[in-house]
């Protein structure tokens, strides 16, 4: 229950500096940068949460080590978390903004996955007529997985939409096993 309520206060002074300064979509994308690279990495995290070095130096080494893939919000962020000592809350805190962000922007989230590359024409007309359907405002990302042969699979939200040729056989496989 505490826990949950640092998460919220600390998102909540996340989302109202982005909000205040205009940059909602930047923060987003730079905060997920940041939960990918603190996801992947145990390194990175086992460092953040290491007491035997110094804040102070941890705070130095994170300039020059993630200078080129940290923002300066996401490295202010990073810092007050380590001075307050709530860097195990960094993905939490993180998840919550991007909600806010999200829920703030109006705009439903879309993933698309298809076997090749979408050009611009057929990701263009795949926003439309899905903004069409949906009736919303979407924020369209393409992903590449040639795993699923070909077809396609959407994720609206918490929804997933599975039409590729892949599923379709292994489904098919299943039903005869029966």
Avoid: C, W
């Avoid at 994308?29 to 990918?36: A, E, M, V």
């Avoid at 996801?39 to 993630?66: A, M, W």
């Avoid at 923002?71 to 806010?100: A, H, M, P, T």
């Amino acid at each position: 229950m505490k826990n949950n309520r640092e998460v919220n206060k600390y998102a909540g002074a996340v989302f109202a500096v982005a909000e205040g300064s205009g940059q909602l979509s930047d923060v987003s994308q730079h905060l997920n940068t940041l939960l990918t690279a603190y996801k992947t990495s145990p390194d990175l995290r086992l460092f953040l949460q290491s007491r035997r070095i110094p804040l102070e130096d941890k705070s130095k080494i994170l300039k020059v080590v993630l200078e080129d893939v940290l923002s300066e919000f996401g490295f202010e962020l990073l810092v007050q978390l380590l001075n307050d000592g709530q860097i195990q809350l960094l993905e939490e805190i993180i998840k919550r903004v991007l909600i806010l962000i999200d829920n703030k922007s109006g705009a439903t989230k879309v993933t698309v996955t298809t076997s090749s590359h979408l050009n611009e024409n057929e990701f263009d007309e795949l926003v439309t007529g899905i903004e069409k359907k949906l009736e919303k405002k979407i924020e369209m990302e393409s992903v590449v997985d040639t795993k699923i042969i070909a077809g396609v699979k959407f994720r609206i939200g918490n929804t997933i939409i599975d039409g590729s040729i892949a599923t379709r056989l292994q489904k098919l496989e299943y039903s005869l096993y029966q």
